[in-house]
């Protein structure tokens, strides 16, 4: 029987930057499932379900006593792991009364979350993204976009760049983007899709003008790695026309910018849209941060206002619309079935 | 088996006034279909299905190139046939890129479009409203007011004036309104409903009285004509008390007011509620156009704040409700028969 | 077969503090059902369904004319039994034009609606609550707070009130309240619930240490009686730690509060929460009239707060979520099956 969710089951999905979670009890909505998250005295991180045995209360509107959490609404306690340990008016506390616990991992400064009730993957095969980690050499700005579409929209609109053109143009986009074909390989193994569009005499976009400073015709490269469902990265390499990496050594002549996302289904309707964008160069140049970060904000908006209104119309429109794919979506297409494939699976 | 929708299709449906359509591109729902609008060129309006073939995004968020239009996400292009002439990053254009077109036939400064997938009706079937044409001799104002009830409410409420006395004291009703009994003839073959009210001395209400100068009490016709499903007109005579129109030649010692409504279906619950006041004096007279204008928006603002709340009512109940018919309610439901006619034979 | 209401039927409910009706046209929504009413010439409150038998238009949107209701929209008039008397254009009244009357009994300043379509209960049946009437030697502070909650989520709420110590704290809530162990009674067949906690020595919460003046701990003791489905009674005494009351005579030497809260479901999902606190102390204290009603509005809002909450997460969960019931929920769970017993026999 096909699933009738879209999102897959049994997969690690980020939960959210490793510095939203702090001392304070912090609610988020991971695939659906209502979760609470709070960093303990050791600094680890616990995700518990967001409700309380008793009567549904939300823990996370609830006290930490130490590392107990201690129920807003009758004062129902329980440990980190989830068990209760106290209820109020008897000493004897009932044998199933525990919430959920989530296995969480943390790294490159992401928190991720095992969501489905099979045993975790090992964490050594959530994707790696070094550059956003403290010491990876990289300046990163990034926020959250909350948004109302479902994550296979987004995912679309990220495997596609042709969108730059129409989408930002004045931003990212030229007409360059657009016309220049791209190459799609899917890696069926490791579950890993690449998408390319290597422009070699490209108009440079104002994103990347005012901040590398080149002035003139650029080559540039758009390599992206999807590791299905969550992370998606693009690897953006900006330099004067002509110059291409060495044979060997350090591509040091060009300006290398990693845009990654990480695409968490909030509900079967709405897509966490976790987005940082990392520089190698202007380390330390605050007005660059900013020009970046208001930028990159300012992309994102576009993209998060054209998928709302998508998904808008989908709900308006019902099931009538027939859509119609070229080249463009070789890579998202892939995408939607590699997303399925897992979703069969789980 | 019986339809589920209460919207007539394959007919002709007004979907703008003619001003309203220009370079830009222009979105309104009509009957539940999407439709995107825009006057070529030319100087002739064009209506294509309001969705990209590509990825659905509207394409009345995109840009016009000449009479080209470029969608907005991608770049879809498509000619005001709805022929898709160009797509991003390749030169074939597949076979089946093609935007639904709709007939369009502008008259009497009515934009009319036909909803339905059967052959069009001849044009010279599209009732008529001369007096609203630039040339017709009467001066008109009006504007659309958004109606979040069904087209069977305003039909409803046009077709029984008596509710003038209740809704609209101080306005435009009186107490012999409600009193007097109604004529009501349906021409079945041409499909035309006539709901008659004479009254030969009554009050005149503030919206006549200020604006026709008449002092004292008057001779008042009413007389309807509906065309369904669309065009509604209320040939309105005031004169002094026992003023009546000569036996030939023009009837100059009356004032005529034609109220003129288009109820065209948003959805199956909400309506676009055009209105139009159409006089044959004080043409030129500002203080007078600000009056009319004025006046009839607050009638019309009673109507639709009485007919949302009944539709607000219809969500809430469900169908328990069984409503009551009196003489008054004839018209009306004539005017429901024939739109079930129209609507069994779609 | 199960009904498919949470509401039981063929009871009365409150439907308003008397004062709130007089002579203007008043509607609430009782049990799902829209209900007018007014109060006549005589005194006396007439309750009406709150929909014209002709077109559905609300009569709480109408016109008084003496004691009968003249419809805002068409003019069909209705004495206050419901009988109509006149229709507009026509003398003929159709035999069939009545809307339904509901029986009303105001007693102990409250207005009792009956629900339902049997013989209603003689009214000797109505809980009493002699406390709020003109004369009952009690000044009582009141309000309504609009809830966005079903009936079962505010009798949960009411029937356990260790959750004081938590949603509370700071108000009304001290550890001894979660702490100690109540007593639960049910009289099957006068159908009341009885659940008590008599704390002999315990701290003073700031609504009663702030009102009473006493400085130091106190003998608290929480006596509810619950009459199904509408009336709860939460008779409070406060003493100085040690007063007990005297073998005979009155109790003087301790304050008493009666908080008596009304709880009338709106729809399945709402519930008007009709709250009252009335003492036997300080009886012109416009001080302490103050104090209580902003304590006690303070108090009704987090409850409210929480229990709109615990709606909204019910919609968005749906029916996966089990609850886990322990012994400070023992009158609750008493009070939800007397509620189904009602609903059943209904």
Chains 1, 2, 3 share one sequence.
């Not at 987004?154 to 053109?165: C, G, P, R, V, W």
Request: with cysteine; proline share 7%; net charge negative.
């Amino acid at each position: 029987m096909a699933p009738t969710t879209q999102i897959p089951r049994n997969q690690w999905y980020v939960a959210a930057y490793g510095d939203e979670i702090g001392a304070s009890l912090f609610a988020r909505t991971i695939c659906g499932e209502p979760v609470m998250f709070f960093r303990d005295a050791g600094g680890t991180v616990s995700a518990l379900a967001d409700r309380c045995v008793h009567r549904r209360f939300p823990l996370s509107k609830s006290n930490r006593d130490g590392d107990k959490i201690v129920c807003g609404y009758h004062g129902f306690t329980y440990d980190k792991t989830g068990a209760c340990v106290a209820v109020p008016g008897q000493t004897r506390i009932p044998r199933t009364a525990r919430v959920k616990p989530y296995p969480v991992h943390e790294q490159d400064s992401l928190v991720w979350i095992w969501i489905g009730d099979a045993e975790p993957s090992p964490v050594s095969s959530i994707p790696r993204a070094p550059w956003l980690a403290a010491d990876g050499g990289y300046t990163t700005l990034r926020a959250l976009a909350p948004l109302k579409a479902r994550h296979s929209l987004l995912l679309d609109n990220l495997m596609d760049l042709s969108h730059e053109t129409y989408l930002h143009g004045g931003y990212i986009g030229t007409p360059e983007v657009a016309e220049t074909p791209i190459t799609t390989e899917v890696d069926e193994e490791a579950g890993i899709i690449r998408v390319s569009r290597h422009m070699d005499d490209a108009e440079c976009p104002p994103f990347y003008a005012k901040s590398t400073g080149i002035d003139g015709r650029i080559t540039r490269w758009q390599d992206i790695e999807y590791f299905p469902p969550c992370l998606y990265t693009l690897h953006s390499r900006i330099a004067p026309a002509g110059v291409l990496p060495p044979a060997s050594g350090p591509d040091s002549d060009a300006f290398h910018v990693e845009i990654t996302y990480a695409l968490t289904p909030e509900t079967e309707t709405s897509t966490h849209d976790f987005w940082m964008v990392s520089r190698d160069f202007g380390h330390g140049d605050a007005g660059m941060d900013s020009f970046f970060s208001q930028m990159q904000a300012e992309v994102v908006q576009q993209d998060v206002d054209a998928l709302n209104l998508l998904e808008e119309l989908i709900a308006a429109d019902g099931e009538a619309y027939q859509e119609l794919s070229i080249n463009i979506d070789t890579g998202a297409l892939a995408a939607r079935r590699l997303i399925k494939k897992l979703n069969e699976a789980a």
